[in-house]
């Protein structure tokens, strides 16, 4: 099955030839174009332009029941101020994913400069095999969400279910955000200062 594009009035008809007859304008089949979908170029550079997007780093934490856990993300950001709104990306076959999915909370920890042992703690094995949480600074928000002590800053969110969006391999989750605080002196670490100084 072909898709097919009227060229006066880009009704976009489908079938293995073009129509008679354009259903909304009435032109004939010579107007119609094959619309070919569009997909990524495999010759495209467009990694080049993709590794210089700018990003924060952080460690996502949230709970299954007794079991705690935390990942390392750089995919988040604030998506509105007034409610306070952020969205962050999450891996589907992530531990962390599925405590999200459970209980709905998660704080997103902004970490420092002085915060890579956080980053090879939670982002390089997975919770399933060890407690990340074990001799941890942490403590619960109202929500009984763990947030770390040691990071420059946390907030506290919610997911906001119908906003819950899967994308091939990942998760998008926006969450209203409910609480937090932060280290007026800390320097955030962003992904770029993570890569140069790993
Ligand atoms: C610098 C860095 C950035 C990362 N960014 C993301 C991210 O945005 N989303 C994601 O799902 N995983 C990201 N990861 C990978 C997870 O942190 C990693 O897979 C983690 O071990 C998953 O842990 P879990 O299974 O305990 O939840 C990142 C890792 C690093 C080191």
Known sequence: MKLWRCDVCNHVFEGDTPPEKCPVCNVGPEHFVEEIPKEHNPGSNMKTATRMMSYGLYVIC???EDKMNGQVANAAFQVTTNPTTIAISV?????TKEC???CGYFTLNVLGTDNMKLVRRFG???GREFDKFKNMNYELTDN???YLKDA???LECRIIPDKTVNIGTHTIFVADVLDGDG???AEAMTYAYYRKNK
């Open 62 to 64: 949230s709970r299954k």
């Open 91 to 95: 891996h589907q076959e992530n531990l």
């Open 100 to 102: 999200i999915d459970d």
């Open 124 to 126: 390089f094995r997975s």
């Open 144 to 146: 009984q969400v763990p």
């Open 152 to 154: 420059a800053g946390w």
């Open 183 to 185: 280290s007026k002196d």
